[in-house]
Structure formats: C-alpha cells, structure tokens
C-alpha cells in the first residue's frame, strides 16, 4: 500500500484554468504538508495542516488555496493558473509529536502551457 | 528561521570511489537534521537523521552522517559509492517542535561513472 498517494502524477493544463491535486496518507500521521519543487530542484513549503488546522502559510499567492477535510486528506485547488506556476508539487506528512522525518508522495508535475 | 547549505550544486564521481557531500546550516535553536534522496522521477525517501545522542548517524544502504555543532554541519559520507546512488541528495533541518517546517537546502546531483 502506498503511504502517501498524490494523484494526478502529471497535469498539463492552459493558462487560466483551475485545477485541484488530491493527497492522502494512510500512516496515521496527523500533520500533512505541501511542497513546490522547482526547475532547479528547490524545494520551498507552501502550506502545512495539524489535525484540520492550518498552521503554516508561506507567502504564496492566494491562487492557491489548501483544503484538509480530515488529517489523511490535503488537496490543493489553483486558481487561475499562470506559467510560473508550473512545477513538481509535493505532499508529505509526519508526525507531530517530532523527529521522524517526513513521508512523501511521489509528486504531481504540473505544466501549464 | 533556519537556513540550509549544501556546498556543491554536482559531485562526479567515479564508481567504488569515496564520497562526501557538504551541508552546512544555520539556527538560533536546537534542531533535527536530515538528509533525503530523489531519484530521478521520484518522490523524496528519508536516507538518515539526526535527532540526538550520537553525532554519527548510518543508513541501511552504506551512507552516513556526522553531526558537527561547532561547526554546524553535517556532512554526509559513503566509503565506496555504486551506480545506483546516482540522485539528487538533499540536506534539511527542522527545530524541535512547533509546525516542524522542514527547510531544505539546493541539492547535490551526485552522478557515479562507470
């Protein structure tokens, strides 16, 4: 069974249009995270949510926009899409209680043309 | 805030040789350390960490890292490297509760060639 489950994998898209990635996690974590992976590999936190509850909003346009229906699922809906936002996103999740690392999923490669 | 570096953006190196790829990091509190590994079309996997106790730390794999805090590093080393490890290798640092924000550093691409 795959522990954290990102679907689509890849997503091309026009410009304008508005889409949604869906993450789950099935390793009884309760705190689960977005990451943006750019064309240089960077990796940069975008949002994090405890037990439904956001707790780290990092400066990012509000075209993005998280939603956490329970502490297994985190998707997240772009408004509007624009060229620069095409990019690797990933979800992870951990624990809260500290020091475990993270999981993550495998990726969304998002293009928009 | 914390702040990670990783001092080499590509390490060639040949097979079976030794390896060390550089992380340096930057914080006003106690952290954990991290180091993962992207494959390439891949998700990140955790390869080690560090929380606690001993500074040396090992993977199943052969890697491992030291924790240096008057220096603040945390290098991470393999004795005899093989194809197969070629990824993008990424330093990471988080404080020790809180939201636990990982930041991560820019990546070494190790390449082994034959």
């Known amino acids: 069974d795959t522990a954290v489950s990102q679907t689509p994998k890849y997503l091309v898209t026009q410009m304008g249009n508005d889409k949604s990635i869906k993450c789950e996690q099935n390793?009884?974590?309760?705190?689960m995270y977005w990451y943006k992976q750019d064309s240089k590999k960077f990796l940069k936190i975008m949002f994090s949510y405890n037990n439904k509850e956001l707790i780290i909003n990092e400066t990012v346009p509000n075209r993005f926009s998280p939603k956490s229906p329970d502490k297994a699922h985190l998707n997240l809906h772009i408004n509007s899409l624009e060229l620069g936002d095409s990019a690797v996103y990933f979800c992870?999740?951990?624990?809260?209680?500290?020091?475990?690392?993270?999981?993550f999923g495998s990726g969304t490669r998002l293009t928009v043309v | 805030a914390q702040s990670v570096t990783q001092l080499d953006s590509q390490v060639p190196v040949f097979e079976e040789a030794p390896v060390e790829l550089r992380c340096n990091y930057s914080s006003s509190v106690s952290v954990y350390l991290f180091w993962y590994v992207q494959y390439p079309n891949q998700g990140l996997q955790l390869l080690l960490k560090?929380?606690?106790?001993?500074?040396l730390v090992e993977s199943i794999n052969g890697f491992e890292a030291e924790f240096n805090k008057s220096q603040t590093s945390f290098h991470l080393r393999k004795p005899s490297v093989h194809i197969s490890d070629t990824a993008e290798y990424f330093c990471a640092v988080s404080d020790l509760g809180g939201a636990q924000k990982l930041v991560f550093g820019q990546g070494t691409r190790l390449t082994i060639n034959p």
């Open positions: 992870a999740s951990s624990l809260s209680t500290g020091g475990g690392g993270y999981t």
């Open positions: 560090y929380l606690s106790g001993s500074t």
């Open positions: 390793l009884g974590h309760d705190t």
